[in-house]
């Protein structure tokens, strides 16, 4: 069956050290992978996505890189600020496509001690 | 930027009771999914929508129902409502032509 695992249930680290948080996959090719943040009580919110072909993407102090071979995507945030700590989910579509039916990883749930 | 509205925030039913839950998608996307997340887990995909036909179906229980309407808001009706379906349920939407989508705040339910 497909699998979602996201390393570790909670990461703690110090401001402005770069955190990385890994997502696993298994009995998937997906076509992109995503990665939410979720604050307590409130819905995911987007942040990234990247594709089967991409290898990195960027956006401001994020970083995602996907290696299809591993079936692994790794999440950087650079320069973390205790305003990051939340629980950071990856997702892949069920489809392997865009359809939106979602397997969500247990999520791993940073926080950033000032 | 609207966002995807969700209503009611918070809702309390006794076991066995109806509850109704309404999904305001952002203008324009015609996509609607219901997510359930149940504390301490993560989200699970229940049902979507497109051009208010139902385009997938997840792990939503025969209880439960919903229907996305010609404003292309949705509802999801649960009934006979039991103690394990107390949790956060999303809403999201999107455009097809995009490939992602945008949660609401989600809806509480607790179950007494």
């Known amino acids: 069956s497909q699998k979602i695992e996201q390393n570790s249930e909670a990461l703690n680290i110090q401001e402005g050290k770069t955190a990385t948080l890994t997502c696993n996959y298994t009995?998937?090719?997906?076509?992109?992978l995503q990665w939410y943040r979720q604050d307590p009580g409130r819905g995911p919110v987007f942040l990234l996505l990247?594709?089967?072909?991409?290898k990195e993407k960027r956006k401001e102090r994020l970083k995602v890189t996907f290696d299809t071979t591993l079936k692994q995507s790794l999440f950087h945030i650079t320069a973390s600020q205790p305003a990051d700590s939340a629980t950071y989910l990856c997702?892949?579509?069920?489809?392997?496509?865009?359809?939106?039916?979602?397997?969500f990883g247990k999520g791993t749930k940073l926080s950033v001690k000032p | 930027a609207a966002g995807v509205i969700q209503s009611p925030r918070h809702l309390i039913k006794e076991k066995r009771e109806t509850a109704t839950l309404k999904c305001y998608p952002i203008?324009?996307?015609?996509?609607v999914y219901w997510y359930q997340q149940g504390p301490g887990q993560d989200p699970q995909f229940l049902i979507s929508?497109?051009?208010?036909?139902?385009?997938d179906k997840g792990s939503i229980p025969d209880r439960f129902s919903a229907q996305q309407f010609s404003d292309y808001h949705s509802e999801l009706n649960m009934s006979s409502l039991e103690l394990g379906d107390s949790a956060l349920y999303f809403c999201?939407?999107?455009?097809?032509?995009?490939?992602?989508?945008?949660f609401g705040e989600g809806s509480w339910l607790t179950v007494v």
């Open positions: 999201a939407s999107s455009l097809p032509t995009l490939d992602t989508i945008y």
């Open positions: 009995n998937y090719s997906p076509a992109y």
């Open positions: 990247i594709r089967e072909n991409e």
């Open positions: 997702a892949l579509d069920i489809y392997g496509g865009s359809q939106g039916n979602l397997i």
């Open positions: 203008p324009r996307h015609d996509t």
């Open positions: 929508f497109y051009e208010k036909m139902q385009s």
